[in-house]
């Protein structure tokens, strides 16, 4: 019996001594590393994407509304001169912050495909949630003033029975022989 008390008392110090094991300097230098890639990696991105991405979010200036990358007219020069301006603005590095507000100094702020969410631009995404809630609003208040609004009133000598189901079917049959239906 204390042979086996003894040799779990063993078992136990040698699984201590596993888990207290130090890590070895060679297994910090590797998560160490791995750590400087994944962050290093993490903001690097292809530059086709970054291309397409910022192409989709401005418009051709020649006039013809359409996105910077999907402008078709056969030899525009507008879209070909801006593509070649954002190619070399992300071979040099720039951000794609960077890259827009270069891109709004040289044609405008209409150059952006969607407006920005600062300042009076603000505006140009709230309204079209108020325009509907007001919308809707409205329609809920037509509806319950049509629904809500009382009787017409009858012209003089008219009168409408109120009688039972039995009057309303004599009603219908002597309106069934004078058209002969």
Same mark, same amino acid.
């Given at each position: 019996?204390?042979?086996?008390?003894?040799?779990?008392?063993?078992?136990?110090?040698?699984?201590?001594?596993?888990?207290?094991?130090?890590?070895?300097?060679?297994?910090?230098?590797?998560?160490?590393?791995?750590?400087?890639?994944?962050?290093?990696?993490?903001?690097?991105?292809?530059?086709?994407?970054?291309?397409?991405?910022?192409?989709?979010?401005?418009?051709?200036?020649?006039?013809?509304?359409?996105?910077?990358?999907?402008? #078709?007219?056969?030899?525009?020069?507008?879209?070909?001169?801006?593509? #070649?301006?954002?190619?070399?603005?992300?071979?040099?590095? #720039?951000?794609?912050?960077?890259?827009?507000?270069?891109?709004?100094?040289?044609?405008?702020?209409?150059?952006?495909?969607?407006?920005?969410?600062?300042?009076?631009?603000?505006?140009?995404?709230?309204?079209?949630?108020?325009?509907?809630?007001?919308?809707?609003?409205?329609?809920?208040?037509?509806?319950?003033?049509?629904?809500?609004?009382?009787?017409?009133?009858?012209?003089?000598?008219?009168?409408?029975?109120?009688? #039972?189901?039995?009057?309303?079917?004599?009603?219908?049959?002597?309106?069934?022989?004078?058209?002969?239906?």
């Amino acid at each position: 019996m204390w042979e086996r008390v003894t040799e779990m008392k063993s078992s136990m110090l040698s699984h201590r001594k596993i888990s207290r094991r130090r890590i070895s300097p060679r297994r910090w230098l590797q998560a160490a590393a791995l750590a400087v890639a994944v962050i290093v990696f993490m903001g690097a991105g292809d530059d086709s994407a970054r291309f397409k991405d910022l192409g989709h979010r401005m418009m051709c200036t020649c006039g013809c509304g359409q996105v910077l990358l999907e402008c #078709n007219h056969v030899g525009c020069q507008s879209s070909d001169k801006m593509r #070649n301006q954002l190619q070399a603005a992300l071979d040099k590095g #720039n951000n794609d912050d960077l890259i827009l507000q270069g891109f709004v100094q040289e044609y405008g702020p209409t150059v952006i495909a969607a407006p920005t969410a600062t300042g009076f631009n603000r505006v140009a995404w709230i309204m079209p949630f108020v325009a509907l809630a007001l919308g809707i609003t409205f329609v809920i208040y037509v509806v319950r003033s049509w629904k809500n609004r009382p009787a017409p009133a009858l012209a003089d000598g008219i009168t409408i029975p109120r009688g #039972n189901e039995h009057d309303l079917d004599e009603f219908r049959q002597r309106a069934r022989k004078e058209t002969d239906l």
